[in-house]
């Protein structure tokens, strides 16, 4: 009887290899080593004004419907590289969408609900 009390100790000691390992079902580790690289958004090459494609000369306060094209949903200015403007008329548009923001025409922040 003594014998077999050693015989079950000895096989239900666990060892290493009965450890569950969970990574190897959800694949943890590659999805963590892919969330760790940083990647960088490029600007596509081609992209045009298009303000000065449609010749627009200088954009004005007033035209709200065309301001609202430049800010995001929350109501951020676009960059220049998000949205394809020219330095020139990106200058004219944050100085326009400041200008409707401080008449009133357009929002500073968006309303969250």
């Known amino acids: ?4 009390k050693e015989k079950k100790e000895k096989t239900e000691s666990p060892n290493l290899d009965d450890v569950f390992d969970e990574s190897q079902v959800t ?17 596509p090459v081609d992209l045009k004004c298009p303000l000065c494609e449609s010749g ?5 306060y007033k035209d709200i419907y065309q301001l609202k094209k430049f800010t995001s949903v929350r109501g951020k200015i676009i960059s220049s590289e998000k949205s394809g403007v020219c330095s020139r008329h990106q200058r004219q548009v944050s100085k326009a969408i400041k200008k409707a923001r401080y008449m009133g025409l ?8």
Request: charged share 50%; proline share 3%; hydrophobic share 25%.
């Open 1 to 4: 009887m003594a014998e077999d």
């Open 106 to 113: 357009m929002p500073y922040v968006a309303i969250e609900e």
């Open 27 to 43: 694949g943890e580790e590659e999805d963590s080593k892919k969330s760790s690289r940083r990647y960088r958004r490029r600007r």
């Open 56 to 60: 627009v000369k200088y954009v004005t």
